[in-house]
């Protein structure tokens, strides 16, 4: 029979050689090992996804992120087009993160101590709201560059409340053998919208118009808003003190609402939450270095990305569709990147990692300073995207399994307050120095000065850290 199973069966019908036997089998056991290796790569890739609850929220976001992408490139190709100033693309960027930097803290405490599900379910509900808005100021035609700052602003200020929950979710979903797993799937997930979502932006703005973004960008909320509802959380850590922990925060706030003078209080618990998060970063020499180094490469490697339309117009003679897709470049790069790490991943290759990705940033900053067309500049765009997020996953990973259980959101919150304040300063005046010297000036000025600071860290600390008894730490 087991001859048989394995498709060998006609040795008995016709007797052929011993020879020719042997040679079927081989063949047949080489293509089943291929075809079973094929599977356990596969599966090991997605792992992650065999938690239910992590299998709802992954298609549900690659649904609503594509939706953000077109929006996001929409609004960004509206301010530039309305001024031809990169310092408007630039002032996008700011109040879409700036927010995070200021309220991040208070972020990570509502998620260590609200239902992250519930947390969630009303931050993407806000988005919903805002993307509509739009909407409707665009169909009217009373859209203005300051109206899109202000309204990104405001989705900014969802995001600092929404992002360090989404961030701590993870572990809720999956668990923490698949971590790692799951977050650099949630990175290959961000960057496949990223990928398809500005290029599809921008065929849409030239066929029809930038408000049909904004529609499609609020029903993509309803995708992830359905899988959030969908999830079964009977099994998370402390259901019944999380449930708890919801009403006294809905009590607190409507204690605010009649007491105002507390606000301040309740701002300086934030701060004193984000000091306890960059207390224990501070405390482990490996992390701070790798928070300060994530500072870096988001202080030269983001602002490139608002500097794209003008380099799309001015140098490269292109329009929104050149712009779309090399940030649909930067996107493919990213989800290349977020695959490889989700494939490979591992804190045993992490130093190498995390040393690839910083050079591969500064050399694509580089090359796309020197880029004339269009097609290398895409390419360029790509190489940067790998670099950021080969760093930024693996970067985030370590720290999120060097955090507890009872401060994970407040050590995220330092990690997303660090980034969303580097990548704002740096975006302005990149933006400011666009318009002065020229974005090729720039763009090589981020990249050496890049290289120039990284290899400053590494002299301070020492090339040698995080160690390797740090790193076995944060695996147990």
Known sequence: MLMSENGTESASLKAPSLNTDNSGSASGAAEAAARGTQRRGLATTFRSLRHRNYRLYFFGQLISLMGTWMQSTAVSWLAFALTHESKWTALILVAQILPTFFFGGLGGILADRIPKRTLIFCTQ?????????????????????WKLVIITAASGLVQAIDLPARLAFVMDMASREDLMNAVALNSLLFNVARALGPAAGGQIMRWISPEICFVANAVSYLAVLWALAL??????VRVRARRRGWRNAVNGLIFLAHHKEFVFRAIWLGVRSFCDGMIFIARRRDLLLLALLMALISFCGWPSQTLLPALSKFRLGSDEVGYSWMLSGTGIGALIAAWTIATFGSLKHGT????????????GLILLSLARGLAVA?????MIGFGLILFLATSQ????????????????????????????????LAGLAADRWGVPVVLRVLGLGGLAAALVLLLIFGISSPSRSDALEVLR
Do not use: E, K
């Open 397 to 428: 990973s370590i720290i999120q399994l060097s955090a507890g259980d009872h401060n994970r959101g407040r050590v995220m919150a330092v990690w997303v307050v660090m980034q969303s304040g580097a990548v704002p300063l740096g975006s302005i």
């Open 231 to 236: 999830m079964n959380i009977a099994g998370s």
């Open 378 to 382: 895409v390419a360029c765009s790509a």
């Open 125 to 145: 509900s806000a988005f919903l709201l805002l993307a509509l808005l739009l909407a409707g100021l665009g169909y009217a035609g009373v859209i203005t560059p």
């Open 352 to 363: 190498r990692m995390l040393g690839a990705g910083i050079g591969i940033v500064i050399a």
